[in-house]
């Protein structure tokens, strides 16, 4: 005689089944969250970044070309003489040595050069290839650094004063002919550049050209 079993095959129910796809949807919708946040937080990351090597590498050009001022008045387009250094509505303009001639081209190695903040919050650096200007002279320009919210540049005297603008009105120097050659002996550079605020560097320069108040020159 044989004997027969009859197994019977048990799935999963609708029900059962609709947990498990629910399990799997919330893992899926998490790990979809932590991959997204994951991206952001690189890509917030990525930028910070390249924001802060851009406003260090403006700090360093201008560090660099404060470093090179040297006290050499020049001449603008029109033939007036100009200051070794002026300042005019925060606007910086100086002569500078040091720059680099690896061509041995017929050219000096001084160079004019001046720092502006435009309408959009952009700091440019332009640079004139002689000091003194022929008409219609168009310098090189470079954006160094955006997202600028203010600026404000002071000078700082032999005397320990300090000046918006230069030659100032009010110095004991500005009846001197030889006015024009004075250098001050530092320049404090405040900025305030998104989204780090407000920064502050003093810088000292090399060359200051001191005139006593008697208009001799040491």
Do not use: C
């Not at 095959?9 to 932590?34: N, P, Q």
């Not at 003489?81 to 000096?108: C, D, H, K, Y």
């Not at 005397?159 to 001197?176: H, K, L, V």
């Not at 502050?200 to 005139?211: A, G, H």
């Amino acid at each position: 005689m044989f004997r027969s079993d009859t197994r019977t095959e048990r799935g999963f129910t609708l029900l059962e089944l609709l947990v498990a796809v629910a399990i799997f949807a919330m893992l899926g919708v998490g790990s979809y969250r932590l991959l997204a946040s994951t991206i952001a937080t690189r890509d917030a990351a990525r930028v910070h970044d390249n924001d802060l090597i851009r406003l260090q590498k403006a700090f360093i050009i201008l560090q660099r070309d404060m470093a090179q001022a040297v006290p050499r008045p020049v001449r603008n387009d029109y033939g007036d003489a100009v200051g070794a250094m002026t300042l005019r509505n925060n606007i910086l303009e100086f002569s500078r040595q040091g720059w680099p001639n690896p061509l041995q081209a017929s050219r000096s190695e001084l160079q004019r050069v001046r720092y502006e903040v435009n309408a959009k919050g952009e700091l440019w650096r332009l640079a004139w290839s002689q000091l003194d200007r022929e008409r219609g002279m168009e310098p090189g320009k470079s954006m160094l650094l955006e997202g600028v919210e203010g600026l404000q540049i002071r000078l700082t005297t032999a005397a320990g004063q300090q000046e918006t603008e230069w030659p100032s009105q009010n110095s004991q120097y500005s009846n001197n002919p030889d006015a024009l050659a004075v250098m001050p002996t530092g320049v404090e550079w405040i900025m305030s550049v998104k989204p780090w605020g407000e920064i502050r560097r003093i810088f000292r320069l090399p060359d200051s050209l001191e005139v006593s108040k008697n208009g001799e020159q040491p």
